[in-house]
Antibody, heavy 125, light 108 residues
């Protein structure tokens, strides 16, 4: 059974740092790209960052670029998000998600087929 | 960047109703469109990928259609467990697989 379990969420002051982890099980972790998605209170889902299977490709949303760093350790089946210079607007549930690629009508389609339950990050003084 | 706009932002419906949610892309994205359901306290759930392909295990009352810039998610007969927020997601412009603003389906 595929499982993604996030951890590391906490209450932190603005300007401080936090590191989130996502433990994966039930599948071959290094076969898949992985992503972080967040949902702030009263708002919708926001893609935050993604990393390819071998960390050769990494991308960030403009809202976190320069402050957040995504990484993975395939030997540990783990995904991470290092969050620095945290702001009040970073308050959200953070979810890790697995990216699946499927051939549909001759085209490679990408989507997030498994998600974790999320971990809450609250940035407040 | 490709912007995804959903409508309505919320709706009220009764059990058994047919519900339609629309998603519009700011440029053509072919069929690179996914739909998710998110309930409070739960992991988001994939419903539809590639605009119209039903994810394994998802009830057949959910269907998706559209291509280019205009897409639709339809729930043919709303069930109590379907009250949730629904999101479209474009996968045309990667790696940033951006989402629409969401449509909250509430009980009438």
């Amino acid at each position: 059974e595929v499982q993604l379990v996030e951890s590391g969420g906490d209450l932190v002051q603005p300007g401080r740092s936090l590191r989130l982890s996502c433990a994966a099980s039930g599948f071959t972790f290094d076969d898949y790209a992985m992503h972080w998605v967040r949902r702030a209170p009263g708002k919708g889902l926001e893609w935050v960052s993604g990393v390819s299977w071998n960390s050769g490709g990494i991308a960030y949303a403009d809202s976190v670029k320069g402050r957040f760093t995504i990484s993975r350790v395939n030997a540990k089946n783990s995904l991470y998000l290092q969050m620095n210079s945290l702001r009040a607007e970073d308050t959200a549930f953070y979810y890790c998600a697995r990216e699946r690629r499927t051939l549909v009508r001759g085209v490679i389609m990408k989507y997030f087929d498994y998600w974790g339950q999320g971990t809450l990050v609250t940035v407040s003084s | 960047d490709i912007q995804m706009t959903q409508s309505p932002s919320s709706l009220s419906a009764s059990v058994g109703d047919r519900v339609t949610i629309t998603c519009r892309a700011s440029q053509s994205i072919s069929s690179y469109l996914n739909w998710y359901q998110h309930q409070p306290g739960k992991a988001p759930k994939l419903l539809i990928y590639a605009a119209s392909s039903l994810q394994s295990g998802v009830p057949s009352r959910f269907s998706g259609s559209g291509s280019g810039t205009d897409f639709t998610l339809t729930i043919s007969s709303l069930q109590p467990e379907d009250f949730a927020t629904y999101y479209c997601q474009q996968s045309y412009s990667t790696p940033a697989l951006t989402f629409g603003g969401g449509t909250k389906v509430e009980i009438k």
